[in-house]
Every structure is written in structure tokens, then in C-alpha cells.
């Protein structure tokens, strides 16, 4: 199945949508945009920019609200083309198309409410501050969740009144180009969110392209340091989500069943592809046996498979040397003296035509160690591993003992240990009995090395916008001259 996508007139739904007959071969065949193509789509945007900065916010969130409109009208046809596109279990798929939905709706209701500031000043003067949007937006998205995070950098930019020209994962480039549809067919302007494909040539244009006022990018901490990099030449602003190494505290008077719960939520969504994964879970020594059985009676139980099958919780892996990379990490865990007590291993499913599919049994690791591979390095995979500690003081030590910040989360009945543990866990998003909730009304993002800038929540818009400040004199100049 072959298929080509044009820069700016997004492509009808036969030119791009493969039938699902063959869902296990070729999706489609995609031309990287090099210099002409990335110009040609910020100067689209641009020009774009130029007429939907001038609409009021009310007149942009009525072009928002009937994209929102659109999603949830083909709602099982995005999250099926997500399975396709990704791997993941069409039950997540589903809840990323909602996330985005929703993230569109909650932007476009803060639209309208953009304001400044007024000062009174001495003698009846005053000033004002003018939150202004920045003009041409870059976003460049992860390939764990593509048509969410899509949808998470292209709201809060449209709102503001900015345009965006956006830079999918070559690994899964086809649902963006339906994001790009819906904006059209609700209304927006021609040019207003532009796909460009492509691999790290294409990145590297955008981020240089002196049209460009900023950058936001999902992915991992070299690339994140890459692009910052590329955007301190014109001073640009940058928002970068980046990767994690993120630790689940359970304590021993924790509600056992919901600690379970939390641990598996915390590292085998999307098939453990989640930045954001709890995948350093430290269990207090008195509760960790019965801790540990119970996760690997539940991790065993997972049902893995036909993504698009509603009873399958895990699908594939996104390619085939992410798999083999992942299973390597296993593999130097039992080198270093972890054991496994469920899972790590390729998967072939029974239905024949999935035998050549990237899947593997989810894994639980115990007798881990601070010092172990597994620990220290993002896997981003399927892959738990399960550490004691004895005392408060000591897991905050090393649950902080990392260059990353994304997320942390604690399990505990105690309300002031609660609140006293995440306020010394150096971490953007933390969690306090359960794990990987993400409400598109509340910031996300990291502390240290995951990143700078939040998505989502209402603080968004002051990474989408500039602030002017204008003085008005009422009376005179006094000079000193």
C-alpha cells in the first residue's frame, strides 16, 4: 500500500487511509521534505498567521470547537488509523483521540479569556501589558502517542493565534495528516497547520528557518539538547518534553490492590512507550513479597495481541530495533544479577498473520539495584523493576539520585507523608495514589534534564505568546534635559 501526501492541501481519506485488509504490510511510502518543501510550509504558515492573529479569540475558538466537533464525530475512525499507525491496543487508542478532543476544547475555551494587565500610575498615567501570539510555531512529535501530542502543540498555539507548521515521527507519520484535515474542514485557514515529513534533516530545517518564533518538541534528551541548541542561533524559545527515569514510592500502608493497579499503569501503557513511566518502583521491605506476587500474578495476565481486538492491552512495539533494543535491556539486567520473575521474552501470537509482529511478554525484574543498567537508563519498554528500601528518608535519596525530573509518584494512606514526599521529589509531574493521569486542564512537564515548558493547563499560553508592555504618559515630559 503506497501512498503520498501532499505539503499543503491535506490529501482526501482514500489517498492516505489503507484498508485495514492490509493493516500487517507496507502502510505507505512518504518523501521527506527538504528545503524547498519546509519553506514552502512556513511560508504557508506565515501567511496563514497573518489572518488568524487578527480573529478574536471567540472567532478562533468557534474554528477549534467544530475541529473538536469532527474528532469525536470520527472518533473509532482516528483511534483504528492510530493502531495502524503506532501498535497500540485500540482501547488506549481511543483515549489518546479523547485526550486530544479534549485538549482542542479546553484551548479553545482560554482563547477568549487572553488578556493583559493595568497599571495605574503617578499623575494619571499608566501602563498596559498586550499578550501577543509569536507567529510561525514549530511543533515535532514523539512517536509513542502521534495524533495526542499533535493535538497537544497545535491547540495551545492556535488559541494564542499563531500558526504551526508540524514534524511527526517518521516512524508513525499518518495521523497528523488527519489532525491537519480536521483544522481545514473546520474552518481554519489555508496553511494554518502544515505536516511536513521527514527524519533529522527536516528537524534540523525547521529549527533553523529564520520564519520560525519557536520550537516545541517531544522526544528524547540528545535530540531535545540538539534542538535547543539549534534554537539559541535565532534566540528562540524552546519547549522540550524529554525523557524519564521516574520512580513510584509505595509504602507499606499503602492500599495493596490500588499500589498494584498504580505500578502497572505506571509502566505498561502503550506497550511501556511512555515517557513519563514509573519504571523504578520502590516497595517498602515489609510488603514487598506480597507486592511483587501480586504484579507478576497481573503482568502474566495481560492479554497481548491483535491491537485492534478489545480484549488485547498490549499490542507491538513501534519497530523492530526498538524491540530488539528493549529486550537487550533484559537481557544485561539478568548479566547484572537481576531476576526475572515474569515475561522479557519475543511474543509470537497465534493468529498467523501477526507471527512477524514486534511483541514481547511484559517483564517484571526484582533484586534490582541502584546501580544496574535497568535502573539508570530509559528502556522505554516494557520493563518493570522493583526495588526495596527501608526508611522515608532514604528512597527520597534515591529516588532523586537521577539527571531526569519528568514524573514521580507515591503510594500511602498517610496525607502528610504524602504531600511531604512529593514536595522533596525533584520531579515537573508527580503523583499521589495513582500514576500517568494526565488531564489536559493541569501542566505537564519536567524538572532538570526531562525538559523546559509545560503542555497543557491554562500556564501553556504564556509559552505561546509574548508579552508587550506599553507605557502612557498623561501629562508632560519631565526632562533632564
Given at each position: 500500500w503506497s501512498c503520498h501526501f501532499q505539503l499543503y492541501s491535506v490529501p482526501q481519506p482514500q489517498t492516505y487511509r489503507p484498508k485495514?485488509?492490509?493493516?500487517?504490510?507496507?502502510?505507505?511510502?512518504?518523501e521527506p521534505c527538504g528545503p524547498v518543501e519546509v519553506d514552502q510550509a512556513v511560508k504557508a504558515a506565515k501567511s496563514a498567521f497573518g489572518h488568524w492573529s487578527k480573529m478574536s479569540g471567540m472567532e478562533r475558538a468557534r474554528t477549534m470547537i467544530e475541529a473538536a466537533h469532527i474528532i469525536e464525530s470520527r472518533r473509532e475512525e482516528i483511534a483504528e488509523m492510530e493502531v495502524v499507525n503506532n501498535g497500540k491496543s485500540i482501547t488506549e487508542a481511543r483515549l489518546d483521540v479523547d485526550s486530544a478532543r479534549l485538549c482542542i476544547e479546553y484551548y479553545a475555551g482560554l482563547a477568549s479569556t487572553l488578556a493583559g494587565q493595568h497599571v495605574q500610575l503617578p499623575g494619571g498615567s499608566f501602563a498596559y501589558t498586550r499578550r501577543e501570539p509569536l507567529g510561525v510555531c514549530v511543533g515535532i512529535g514523539a512517536w509513542n502517542y502521534p495524533f495526542q501530542i499533535a493535538a497537544w502543540k497545535s491547540a495551545p498555539a492556535l488559541a494564542c493565534g499563531n500558526s504551526m507548521v508540524f514534524k511527526p515521527s517518521p516512524v508513525t507519520p499518518v495521523t497528523a495528516v488527519m489532525l491537519a484535515e480536521i483544522y481545514a474542514k473546520a474552518g481554519a485557514p489555508e496553511g494554518l497547520l502544515n505536516v511536513v515529513q521527514g527524519g533529522q534533516e527536516t528537524g534540523s530545517l525547521l529549527c533553523h528557518h529564520p520564519d520560525v518564533a519557536k520550537l516545541s518538541f517531544t522526544g528524547s534528551v540528545p535530540t531535545g539538547q540538539k534542538i535547543m541548541e539549534m534554537a539559541s542561533k535565532g534566540v528562540k524559545p524552546v519547549t522540550l518534553e524529554?525523557?524519564?527515569?521516574?520512580?513510584?514510592?509505595?509504602?507499606?500502608?499503602s492500599d495493596l490492590e490500588n499500589a498494584v493497579r498504580g505500578a502497572l499503569m505506571a509502566n505498561f501503557l502503550s506497550q511501556g512507550q511512555v515517557c513519563s513511566n514509573g519504571t523504578r518502583v520502590f516497595v517498602q521491605r515489609d510488603i514487598l513479597p506480597e507486592f511483587v506476587e501480586e504484579v507478576v500474578k497481573r503482568t502474566q495476565a495481560i492479554e497481548i495481541g491483535d491491537p485492534l481486538l478489545e480484549s488485547t492491552r498490549m499490542g507491538a512495539l513501534v519497530s523492530r530495533s526498538h524491540l530488539d533494543k528493549v529486550l537487550s535491556f533484559v537481557d544485561q539486567a539478568k548479566k547484572e544479577g537481576a531476576t526475572v520473575m515474569c515475561g522479557g521474552e519475543p511474543f509470537v501470537p497465534s493468529d498467523p498473520k501477526l507471527r512477524g509482529g514486534y511483541y514481547m511478554t511484559p517483564c517484571v525484574l526484582s533484586n534490582c539495584t541502584d546501580e544496574m543498567t535497568c535502573v539508570k537508563e530509559e528502556i522505554f519498554g516494557p520493563v518493570m523493576s522493583v526495588l526495596s528500601f527501608e526508611t522515608e528518608e532514604e528512597v527520597l535519596q534515591r529516588a532523586?539520585?537521577?539527571?531526569?525530573?519528568?514524573?514521580?509518584?507515591?503510594?500511602?494512606?498517610?496525607?502528610?507523608?504524602?504531600?511531604?514526599?512529593?514536595?522533596?521529589?525533584?520531579?515537573?509531574?508527580?503523583?499521589?495514589?495513582?500514576?500517568?493521569?494526565t488531564p489536559v486542564e493541569v501542566p505537564f512537564g519536567g524538572f532538570k534534564m526531562s525538559g523546559i515548558g509545560r503542555e497543557n493547563?491554562?500556564?501553556?499560553?504564556?509559552?505561546?505568546?509574548?508579552?508587550?508592555?506599553?507605557?502612557?504618559?498623561?501629562?508632560?515630559?519631565?526632562?533632564?534635559?
Open positions: 485495514l485488509d492490509f493493516l500487517w504490510r507496507i502502510l505507505c511510502h512518504l524529554l525523557g524519564g527515569k521516574s520512580p513510584l514510592l509505595i509504602f507499606q500502608d532523586n539520585d537521577t539527571t531526569l525530573g519528568l514524573a514521580a509518584g507515591v503510594f500511602t494512606r498517610d496525607v502528610r507523608r504524602a504531600h511531604r514526599v512529593v514536595e522533596h521529589l525533584k520531579a515537573g509531574s508527580c503523583f499521589i495514589n495513582n500514576y500517568n493521569i493547563g491554562q500556564v501553556t499560553i504564556e509559552y505561546y505568546t509574548q508579552l508587550k508592555t506599553v507605557f502612557v504618559e498623561m501629562g508632560d515630559v519631565d526632562s533632564l534635559f
